[in-house]
């Protein structure tokens, strides 16, 4: 069987590492390395990582210096893969114990590029789960009984996350494909488009558990959070180039100036909060977006749609949405 490299950017992840690392010493399949990149934590998550790396020297942990986002890591770790197949994981997510023979055997029988499992989103605790397990994002059962499908499928099901983005990915073709530091959530879209070049995708039932945590971007933006905008047009721009089906790349990009309208919103409403060289760089990802987001858009089919196609007529329009937003955030505030 072949061997598979699973790795683990860590970031003050003490709280639940011990978790994380025993879900993996625990599988099956035991022709893994865990490579733990931890990403200057303040905490003791080197020291606890430290213990079980003297303990099962399958544990590797490399420190590097503080970045401040996962995009990082991966360019960090790429030199390092040596397996023929890559697992990623946060430092506070879990594996089933039959997780990665399930996905190793499925490639074999297949031949497939990657291979997605079932993805289960937990809480505090593993079985308090956040959504039904009918959730469309949560079973991959009954496709892991079906064939396998083509790259360009799976892109246009991830686009809109209608099957998770985690896999068993073939080493060499992320590897060639890459991964841009731009925006703090390269690394979702690049999953995105890493499958987009896959020949064959299969699916697992097996579970892997995804932790849910409290975003700090409910906490109030932050300059970083702008730059998720550049994801949206790296992906709006692929979803055209591959000619996936219309009405998919018209939702998505509906998605993509819903998200720009709202972000100007906040960022109008909240400008004082930034300095001027974070005001210059927001407003310049704002200029470079606003094309592709407004472009040869659908015609709209509901109210919400019919406001977004009314700004996207021109800047003006677009202006005046902002500022009506704004206002409302305003008085919300």
């Not at 893969?81 to 990665?100: G, Q, R, V």
């Not at 579970?207 to 992906?235: D, M």
Request: aromatic share 14%; proline share 4%.
């Amino acid at each position: 069987m072949a061997k598979v490299n699973i790795f683990i950017p860590v970031y003050n992840g003490e709280k639940y590492i011990a978790e994380t690392v025993q879900s993996i010493l625990s599988q099956t399949f035991s022709d893994f390395t865990a490579l733990f990149v931890d990403d200057g934590s303040t905490d003791s998550s080197v020291e606890l990582l430290r213990k079980y790396a003297g303990i099962d020297n399958r544990i590797v942990v490399i420190e590097k210096p503080h970045e401040g986002s996962v995009p990082f890591a991966w360019n960090y770790i790429f030199p390092r893969l040596d397996a023929e197949w890559t697992l990623y994981m946060s430092h506070d997510d879990m594996l089933e114990p039959s997780l990665l023979q399930s996905l190793v055997e499925k490639q074999e029988a297949t031949g497939a590029d990657a291979v997605i499992p079932s993805c289960h989103f937990f809480c505090e605790h593993i079985d308090d789960h956040k959504y039904d397990a009918k959730n469309r994002m949560n079973d991959m059962t009954g496709r892991s009984q079906a064939e396998c499908i083509s790259g360009r499928d799976a892109f246009e099901l991830m686009l809109d996350y209608s099957i998770p983005g985690f896999a068993l990915w073939r080493t060499s073709l992320i590897k060639g494909i890459g991964m841009p530091t731009e925006s703090y959530n390269s690394d979702e879209g690049m999953q995105r488009l890493w499958v987009k070049d896959c020949r064959k995708v299969a699916f697992s039932a097996d579970k892997f558990y995804y932790r849910l945590v409290q975003s700090s971007i409910t906490k109030g933006l932050k300059p970083y959070h702008y730059r998720s905008l550049l994801t949206n047009k790296r992906l709006l721009e692929a979803a055209k180039e591959t000619q996936i089906s219309p009405d998919k790349t018209k939702a998505f990009q509906y998605y993509c100036l819903s998200s720009l309208l709202y972000l100007k919103s906040k960022f109008n409403n909240d400008a004082d909060s930034f300095s001027e060289s974070e005001k210059k760089s927001i407003s310049v990802i704002f200029t470079s977006v606003y094309p592709s987001f407004s472009n040869k858009l659908g015609l709209p089919s509901n109210l919400k749609e019919f406001i977004l196609y009314f700004s996207s007529v021109n800047r003006i329009f677009f202006n005046m949405a902002v500022s009506a937003f704004a206002g409302r955030f305003n008085r919300n505030a």
